[in-house]
């Protein structure tokens, strides 16, 4: 079994409570990286705008290849 067989999450949702920080902004891409659909929560509006505003500027990640 292949690593994207493995974790691939096409066609799944995944919601991310903390997307402001670190972590949760990095689990988020993850999340997305693999193939899901990522719903994103925070308390801070100002970092979660930035991180939307960088999101809608870059590509979605490449999946394994």
């Known amino acids: 079994m292949t690593a994207h067989a493995l974790f691939d999450l096409t066609g799944h949702r995944a919601l991310v409570v ?4 670190a972590l949760g902004a ?3 891409h993850v999340l997305h990286a693999a193939g899901a659909r990522v719903a994103l929560a ?3 509006l100002d970092r979660m705008a930035e991180l939307a505003g ?3 500027t870059v590509p979605p990640p490449s999946r394994w290849t």
Request: net charge positive; proline share 0%.
């Open 18 to 21: 903390g997307a402001s920080g």
């Open 26 to 28: 990095h689990f988020a």
């Open 42 to 44: 925070a308390r801070r």
């Open 54 to 56: 960088h999101w809608a």
